[in-house]
């Protein structure tokens, strides 16, 4: 099994990848490219600090998400937060098509923020169980034209941080949030059971004590540690120490970029034993020091 991958955005507001007949916003579709390191990693286990939305218009995919798989269908779209492991298995990319975008953790806030009704219901949607949101076929359209009129407006030369695209960028999400527009998608459900639930959360409220380990989570949930690896990384797709080294690494990037303690303090207050062990983690999972990535984001 590959490993998952972090990789931290450290550009845009916002960026949009249209993968679809219409529109094509790469050249990812030119022979040999899907075999590429850069291209490969888009389809390994990863995870990102920004909010992440695909739109599925076709072919055969099957997505995971911090422990639930879905069979994707057109008009479905995935909603994945920040930091959560997730991944598209795609079974034929002769007829893959979809439209990604991604919105950082800023401009987000800035939308919700400026309407309350969002907000309310993209607190709903997180109730709902589900990733995935299958929409209703008028609505898909209206955010297929939204999310072509901002691909085409961007190769005419119109910046991501201006007005006119983050207003289009904000009328789709408002779309994309309306309990009206859309049904949950439950085919990952069941494959989610209420005690990896209990566990992912438990992990999370523990995420940046430096004692949290394979053996508090088991003895804390009354299971036999090797069962319990062996569980996790079944439902998880990678191993406890893993996904506990991706969490407190996400944590790690969102810090690094607010600039108000040293890197060597960030370390500590996200879990990691010193800094030392946090340096070779960061390296080896983003081929970039973290000084040198607080350099890069600063440019």
């Not at 098509?97 to 219901?121: C, G, H, Q, Y």
């Amino acid at each position: 099994m590959q490993q998952s991958k972090f990789m931290p955005v450290t550009h845009q507001d916002f960026e949009i990848y249209d993968w679809s007949q219409k529109n094509q916003s790469h050249d990812w579709e030119k022979e040999n490219t899907i075999n590429s390191p850069e291209i490969a990693s888009l389809f390994r286990l990863h995870s990102h600090d920004v909010m992440e939305v695909l739109v599925f218009l076709g072919g055969e995919c099957d997505f995971f998400c911090e422990g639930k798989t879905y069979s994707l269908r057109r008009g479905d779209v995935v909603v994945i937060p920040p930091y959560a492991v997730h991944q598209a298995i795609v079974k034929d990319f002769d007829n893959y098509e979809r439209i990604m975008f991604t919105v950082s953790e800023r401009l987000m806030a800035d939308f919700l923020s400026s309407s309350p009704s969002m907000k309310e219901n993209s607190v709903y949607q997180k109730t709902q169980g589900s990733y995935v949101l299958n929409m209703h076929s008028n609505n898909l359209e209206d955010i297929l034209s939204l999310l072509h009129e901002i691909t085409k407006q961007r190769k005419n030369g119109k910046r991501n941080d201006s007005f006119t695209l983050q207003y289009l960028l904000f009328q789709v999400l408002q779309a994309i949030f309306n309990p009206a527009s859309s049904m949950p998608n439950l085919s990952g459900t069941n494959e989610l059971d209420q005690r990896l639930i209990s566990i992912i959360a438990f992990i999370e409220s523990h995420l940046t004590e430096s004692d949290l380990s394979l053996d508090k989570v088991s003895n804390h949930f009354h299971l036999n540690k090797y069962y319990f690896s062996h569980y996790f990384k079944q439902y998880m797709s990678l191993p406890f120490y893993r996904y506990v080294s991706l969490k407190r690494l996400a944590t790690a990037v969102t810090m690094i970029k607010q600039n108000q303690v040293s890197i060597e303090e960030i370390a500590i207050q996200c879990g990691f034993p010193d800094y030392s062990s946090f340096y070779r983690l960061f390296k080896k999972e983003y081929n970039l020091s973290p000084k040198n990535f607080q350099k890069e984001y600063k440019k």
